[in-house]
Structures are given as C-alpha cells and as structure tokens.
C-alpha cells in the first residue's frame, strides 16, 4: 500500500550489469522445473488413461450389434447405464447440496464455537470413511427402513412419476442408492463449503449487518454469494465421488436395465460403475470391449460436468470478491 | 431524518475487557461530530456502540444507555436489526459487495426492507443516492459492473450512496477518508457538509485538520495507559476545542505534543 513515490534524490547504486538475461534464482529455478514437470506429468497420466480407453473401446464401437451383450447393440447396452448413473448421481446432489450448505453454514455461523469445532472434526472424519461402509450401511439398514416411506410415497404421491411404485418389497431401489449417495458426499461437499463460507470478509460480513440485515440476511447478502463458487466445486467434487461410485451401488441396487424415473420400484438401470464391477469379472473378448467402453462415456461424463461447473464459475468471475 | 443521540454512563466491554467507561455525551440532530483521540482509545468501539454493531463480536457488551431522540436503544425489546437500519454506517475500508452490480449495492439495504418496489422508482432511489454521494456522474453508465472495480475513493462514496439510500436518522463514519487520496477526501468532506442538511453525523478521525473543517463538534478521547479503559476527556464545539479546551490532554493532542 505504502508506495513511496516522493521525487527525492535516487539513492545511489552501482549502474546495473549490462546483461540481458534476468537474474534468475536457483531455488525459483528448481521450483519452477519441479511444477512445470508435475504439470505436465499430470497430462501425460491424462493422455494416457484416455488413450487406453480409446484403444480398448474401439473393438466394441465397431463390432456387430448383435455380438454386444444384450444382443442390440453398443447404444442400446450403455445408454441405460448412462441414465442409471445420471440418475443416482443427480438424486445424490440434489439431497447433499442443500443439506451440506446448510450443515456448513450451521458450524460456520450459528453453532456456538464449543459445538461447531466438534461437528466440523466429525464431518471431516465422516468424509474419509470408505464408502463400502456405507453401502453396507445402505443395504443394512437404510433399505430396509425405508420400505414403509417408500410405501408412503406411493399411496400419497403415487401420481408424480418418480414414485409409481410398485414398492420394491426389498428396499433396494434407486431412491435408496441416492440417499446412500448424498449421506458419502454430503461430508466432502461440507467440508469446501465451511472453509469458503470461514473466509468470507469480514468486512462485508459487516457491511450487511450494518445494513440491517438480520443474520440470515446477511448470509444471503455477503456470504452464499462469496461462497458461490466453493460450494459448485465441492458440489462437483462430490458428484464425482457419485457418479464414480461403485461398490454401494453394486451391493445396494437391484437392477433390472430398465430406463425409468421410478425411484422406489425393484426393476432399476444400473450405473455404469457398479456395472463394470459386476460384470468384469465374467467377462471376456468382446464384453470387455464393451465395459471399456462404458468406461470411456462414465470419463467423457466427469469431464463434461466439470467443464459445466467451471463455466459456471467462470461466467461471474467480475463479480466474484477476487479482485 | 435527523435525530439526537444522548450517551448515558455507557460502559462496553469485550468480555471482561472494559475498553470504553462512563461516556455521557449529547450529539444534537443534524450536525457533525467529530471523535478524536489517540489509537486504541475506544473510538470505534464507541462509534460501534451506538449503533449496536459492537455485540456482534463474540463476548461483546455495553452498560448503559444510549439514546435516539428520547428511546433507548439498548432498551428491553429493541430489536438490532432496527436499530441499524436506523443509523447507517460507513467503515474505515470500502467495503461495497463485490458480488453485486453498483446498482445492486446501492439498493442492497433497500432490498432488505423487503418493499418490493417499481423499477423506475428503485432506478429513482439509485440515481438520487448516488447523486447525494457526488459519484453520480462517474458511474452513471456502468450501473452493472461490479462495484469492486470501482477506484478506492468511488468505493467509498458508493459506500456512503449504500447508507444514504435506506435514509437512516443518523450516519457513522469510522475514519472513513483514511484509505484515500487528498482529492477523494476533500470530495468527501463536501460530500459530508451536503449530508448535514438531513442527517445527524457523527465522524471519527485522526485528521485533525479534517475534524476542524468538516466539525461542528468534537469530543476528545484519551486512555491513560495500555490495559486502562478509554474516556470521554471533553466534548464541545469544535472551534472551542480547537483554541481554547479546557482540559490540558486536550490542549496537548490537538496541537500535537501528545505522547
Ligand atoms: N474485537 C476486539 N476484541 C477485543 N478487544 C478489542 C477488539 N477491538 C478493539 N479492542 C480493544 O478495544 C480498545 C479500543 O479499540 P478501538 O478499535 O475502539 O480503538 P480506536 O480508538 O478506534 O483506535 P484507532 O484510532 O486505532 O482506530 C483497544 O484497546 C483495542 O485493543
Ligand atoms: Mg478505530
């Protein structure tokens, strides 16, 4: 800030080296090489993994319909997985964001400090717990449990679509594989939203207050939009850790292939992940080709939804308090 | 618009620390008073007070009563939030939202009233608040663009159009020139002499050239060491304190033999 721009005399200095070439540091040097390598390593390990999928896709993209399990093809084979995934992966984020968001906004503004320090150790634990654990919690204890809500569902909002029914008697359903879902994210997406939501200015924390805002109003006025583009980036990070998810779908979900938006019924898509884990094992020749390849539309997906997220971020950068 | 302020006996604290004792002091409706005083003396603490943004730090209180044209606001009852929209405050550092348009900063204290209002009357209240801070011309034609793009001196008028356009009774100032350039300050301080028409001011400064432009009163604080409460040495017209206090501290600060 204190820029000294006072005219006084120029303090006295040995005329620069006529060199052209600027001085450069050996340790910046060294910092310099070691972050452009880890960079790039990190583009080749890219390259490389989608070159595989490519290579070992290609067999299935151009093999007859009728040697692709299910016997029609490679479309017809992936596109239920695709919608499976879509489908567990935005039930997930539609129940964790909002939960999250406001788990984080509880710790950070309105817990006192002896409980929010606590609650936020254990929601960082939560987020490391693997997820088979909650698949077997999933499958244990929550689908069980949630037979008589999803009867619920049914007789009273049985005419939205979503909840059609029949029940499945087992619990194992799609809507049972969302909430296993949101419970495994929800800590991820807490866990970015707490740190954006701890470094709003105080400044403008403040400027709301001294509006008269009430405390909520101020969260809306100063400190949701500051945290805006965390919690789009722990939203994705945490649709990733869905849409990648395999074990607890695969233990939890009863799959029928078909392409439905009932939630709460026994006959599901499954998801492309879940698939390959439980299909690889039998697989040989040609099925294998065919996993890949649903392997490569699951790495085309991440890539296109966080594309999506950084547009979004990018789109009010102007306004975003970075400057 | 325009009301008085009374200070009875106040006393605030942050938690057990009691930074600010036993100030008494009557601000009369629409004029200017400045604070004064040495750093860490409870200045901003006490500006703070009046308009019940001290408690929002952890552990901050206040004894005592302060006083809007006869209503205590540290009565049993009185909402916060009220009280705030009552007495607008500017802070040392502009602090416009930076995710909001300069239009939508200007009307963000607006918005909170929860009034839904016509375009062309909220357009209105932009123009006309952003007139009344001298910063009108300057932004007429990027009313979108962020408000933190805005040069620190706009910043801060954008800041004061913030506060003006709820038309609070009263306006705090928190050293509110101290981050600028001597053209912004003098844009200010006219800015501030305009305002007086409709508003009760109340200014804090370490300027003192400023305080006595810009002052119709001013009160002295003093703290007698480190760890010791600040107080309220004396208050009076400005000019008076100026030539003629009748507190030796005062004498000493204003003329600069202080510490
Ligand atoms: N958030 C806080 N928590 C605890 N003590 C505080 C806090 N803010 C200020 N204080 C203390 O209260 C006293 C008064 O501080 P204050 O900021 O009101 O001084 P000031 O007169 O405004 O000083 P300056 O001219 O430097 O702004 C100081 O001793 C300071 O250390
Ligand atoms: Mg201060």
Known sequence: MSTDTSPGPAPAKAPAPPSTRPVVQPGDRIFAGSATGAGILILVVLAGVAAFLLIEAAPAFVAPAADIPGGNGIVAYIWPLVFGTLLAAVIALLIATPLAVCVALFITHFAPRRIAQPLGYLIDLLAAVPSIVYGLWGVAVLAPASVELMTWLQDYLGWIPLFAGPVSATGRTMLVVGVTLAVMILPIITAVSREVFLQTPKLHEEAALALGATRWEMIKMAVLPFGRSGIISGAMLGLGRALGETMAVAIILSVSGAVTFNLISSGNPSTIAANIALQFPESTGIEVNTLIASGLVLFLITLAVNSLARFIINRRREFSGAN | ?259
Not at chain 2, 36 to 52: A, D, E, M, Q, V
Not at chain 2, 144 to 171: F, H, N, T, Y
């Open chain 2, 1 to 259: 618009m325009g009301k008085a302020i009374e200070a009875i006996d106040l006393d605030i604290y942050y938690g057990s620390f009691l930074a600010v004792q036993g100030v008494n002091m009557t601000i009369r409706p629409k004029t200017v008073t400045a604070l004064i005083g040495p750093s860490g003396c409870g200045k901003s603490t006490y500006l703070r007070s009046i308009n019940r943004m001290h408690e929002v730090i952890p552990g901050a209180r206040v004894e005592g009563s302060i006083e809007l044209d006869g209503t205590d606001l540290y009565g049993a009852g009185v909402d916060p939030v009220g009280v705030r929209r009552q007495i607008g405050m500017v802070f040392q550092r502009p602090n416009p939202f930076p995710t909001m348009s300069i239009y939508d900063n200007v009307i963000a204290g607006q918005r909170l009233n929860n009034k839904r209002m016509r375009k062309d009357a909220t357009d209105d209240l932009v123009e006309r608040s952003l007139r009344g801070a001298n910063l009108w011309n300057e932004v007429k034609d990027r009313l979108e663009k962020p408000g933190s793009g805005l040069s620190g001196g706009q910043q801060q008028r954008l800041c004061i159009a913030r506060a003006i356009a709820v038309q609070p009774d009263v306006l705090l100032m928190d050293e509110p020139c101290s981050a600028l350039d001597p053209i912004s300050t003098l844009a200010i301080e006219d800015l501030i002499n305009e305002l007086k028409m409709d508003y009760t001011i109340v200014i804090v400064t370490h300027n003192m050239q400023q305080a006595a432009r810009v002052s119709d009163y001013t009160g002295f604080f003093n703290i007698e060491g480190t760890g010791k409460p600040g107080k309220l040495v004396e208050m009076d017209e400005t000019k008076k304190i100026f030539s003629q206090p009748t507190q030796k501290a005062t004498e000493d600060y204003v003329s600069g033999r202080f510490g």
